[in-house]
Structure formats: structure tokens, C-alpha cells
């Protein structure tokens, strides 16, 4: 076996072991060529993967797998936040801070520290084809409207691809979404499981049920999923003409992030209020209030206000929707990042 006399070697630098490396004249002796091309090797990364040498086959399933990790991660760092949202966004119950953290020890107390991650398992079942079929999506809507290697489009086709990308991962996924939030707003005699929503709402209020307030939340997502999706890519090309040697860091990325979804959220809110008490109403007693989008509106507006109705709960917003968002898109950079760089599923040259 070769050696190298330079003491202990795992502690010393790659610089320290060319340099205390001795050659020696019998055959057992390490070349200091090889040291070399050792560290050389060691310290290589992996490079990039350009987008013009990977099938489309092979993107797809990496933005896919990608983008279905990062629902998953995003989602379920914030599930508690998000279903106290929906209880304040369904109710009458005033918004306050000091509200929200009432509602959170309460439902630990009596239903236990779990029960604050209650409907995540719907959550899962549509967060994760939702956001496999959104990044999909946007990633080939980017190819159609002239995107090469993941260059930025010009403003206006970048705000386009994340509506359309959007919309189309809502129109696949919404009664899984209609699901999550009877399961948030209920207790769990009365929708044990995923299954269960469908089987009743078939039966008592029928299949129509499944969509609805789907108009609210395709015309609240095109808004939302555009400015996401520019936001984000405008903060990252502006990042690319600054530092062009090297990516985003992780960090940088989640910066990014909590910054489109900061943006999006806040311009498409007051639908996501139509949109929950509309899913929700069927439960509530109070379904010929909120049977449509005008009708909702009348009653949130009437009852409770533009502030207090239409934007109640927003601030919370301002904490989980950074935090998903941010998670979320550099989850899903880095996971298809390493998908590729690492062929995973085996990209080929065109």
C-alpha cells in the first residue's frame, strides 16, 4: 500500500499534504503527481447541468419530483399556522395576535400538540401533485414562451408563466383543497379521514360541491402565482447580473422567496376569504350566504368589513406565507439542482 509521511493526514489541509509529501525511490512511494490529481478530484463540484443537455422527458420528471418535495417541506413547516388561518378566515372570531395564540394553546390542550397539523394529510394529498404540476408547468410554459438554460423571460411572459402555471395545478388538484379546509374547520367525528369528505359530500350535498369557489381561487391564484413567480425570478436574475460566478445561496434564496410570497399573498387575499368561506359554508349552516362569489362578498363586506372581513388574518399571512413561499421555491431550486446534476434521471443530450 502507498503511503505519505506527513504525520496525521486527515487534520492537514490539501495544501499542507502536497508540500509534506516526500518522494521516494522505492515503488511503494506516492508520486507528488498523485497527490495531485487527488486533491484535485476531491475538491472538483459538480458542474451545473445546462438545460440543453437534458430531454424534456427528464425535465419533467425532475421539476416534478422537485416540486413535490418542496409542497411537502413548505406546507408542513407552517401547518399550524395555517389552519388557525383558516378557522379566523371562517368564522366571525376577531383577528388579533394575542387571538391566534389562544386558539393555538387551546386546540394543543384539548385535542392534543398533533392536532395542530389536523387535515395535513390533505394538505399532503394536494400540496404535493399541486406543486409537482405547478413547477412542471411553469418550467414548460417558460420553454413555449422562449426560455433558454433557465435565462429569465422579459417581464411580462415571466408574470404570464406563473399565472398560467397556477391555474393549471388548481384546476387538477382543487377538491383535494376543498377537503383540507372541511377537515381544518371540523372536529374529527365528523371527517376522520381524506376519504371520508369525499364520501360525504357526495352524498349529502353532491359532486357539484367539489368545486366550489373554484372561480374565486383560479382569479385569486392568477394574480398570486404570477407575482410569486416574477418576483422571485426578477430577484434572482438581478442576483445573476451581480454575481454572476456563482448561485444564489440557500439563504439568498429563501430571501427571494419570503419576498414573492410576501408580494402574491397580499394581492390576492381578500379572494382567498371568498374562497374558504365558499368551501367551507356547507358545514356552517349557512350555505345560501356564501352559494356564490357576489353573494360572499356581500355578506363578508356587510357583516364584518373590508378590514376585518375581507383582509382578516392577512398579518398572519405576512409570517406564514414568506416563510411556505420562501421554503418552498428554494426547496424546490435545489432539490432539481441536485436531481441533474447528479442524472438521477439519466438526462441525455437532445
Do not use: C
Not at 499534504?17 to 498523485?34: R, W
Not at 424534456?56 to 389552519?83: E, Q, Y
Not at 391566534?100 to 395535513?120: D, H, I, P
Not at 410576501?262 to 350566504?289: C, E, N, W
Amino acid at each position: 500500500m502507498r503511503s505519505i509521511r506527513t504525520g496525521n493526514v486527515r487534520q492537514a489541509p490539501v495544501e499542507k499534504m502536497i508540500e509534506s509529501a516526500t518522494v521516494k525511490e522505492d515503488p511503494h512511494s506516492l508520486d507528488i503527481e498523485d497527490v495531485r490529481a487527488v486533491a484535485a478530484k476531491a475538491t472538483t463540484r459538480v458542474p451545473d447541468v445546462k438545460d440543453s443537455q437534458i430531454s424534456n422527458t427528464n425535465k419533467v420528471l425532475t421539476s416534478l419530483t422537485a416540486g413535490a418535495i418542496a409542497g411537502a417541506v413548505a406546507k408542513t413547516t407552517i401547518a399550524p399556522l395555517d389552519r388557525t388561518k383558516i378557522i379566523f378566515q371562517t368564522s366571525h372570531k376577531e383577528f388579533t395576535y394575542r387571538a391566534v395564540f389562544a386558539v393555538l394553546v387551546q386546540t394543543w390542550k384539548k385535542e392534543g400538540f398533533f392536532s395542530l397539523w389536523r387535515g395535513n394529510s390533505a394538505t399532503m394529498a394536494r400540496i404535493i401533485p399541486y406543486a409537482a404540476i405547478q413547477y412542471a408547468s411553469h418550467e414548460q410554459i417558460k420553454r413555449v414562451l422562449g426560455s433558454v438554460d433557465g435565462k429569465a423571460l422579459d417581464p411580462f411572459p415571466r408574470f404570464f408563466a406563473g399565472s398560467m402555471a397556477g391555474a393549471t395545478a388548481v384546476t387538477f388538484t382543487y377538491p383535494l383543497d376543498l377537503a383540507r379546509a372541511r377537515m381544518a374547520v371540523t372536529k374529527s367525528d365528523m371527517y376522520s379521514t381524506l376519504s371520508s369528505v369525499f364520501w360525504k359530500i357526495y352524498k349529502s350535498e353532491g359532486p357539484r360541491t367539489f368545486y366550489r369557489g373554484f372561480v374565486p381561487t383560479v382569479v385569486g391564484v392568477l394574480p398570486y402565482g404570477g407575482i410569486s413567480f416574477f418576483t422571485y425570478e426578477t430577484l434572482k436574475k438581478i442576483h445573476g447580473e451581480h454575481h454572476p460566478e456563482r448561485q444564489p445561496y440557500p439563504l439568498e434564496r429563501l430571501g427571494f422567496g419570503a419576498v414573492a410570497g410576501l408580494f402574491g399573498q397580499s394581492a390576492s387575499y381578500p379572494l382567498d376569504i371568498v374562497r374558504r368561506r365558499m368551501q367551507t359554508a356547507g358545514v356552517k349552516s349557512h350555505g345560501h350566504l356564501y352559494d356564490t362569489v357576489v353573494n360572499t362578498v356581500k355578506t363578508v363586506l356587510s357583516k364584518e368589513g373590508i378590514v376585518g372581513g375581507l383582509y382578516k388574518g392577512l398579518s398572519l399571512n405576512w409570517i406564514k406565507g414568506p416563510i411556505a413561499v420562501g421554503v418552498s421555491f428554494t426547496t424546490f431550486d435545489i432539490t432539481q439542482r441536485t436531481l441533474r446534476q447528479y442524472g438521477i434521471f439519466h438526462h441525455e443530450p437532445r
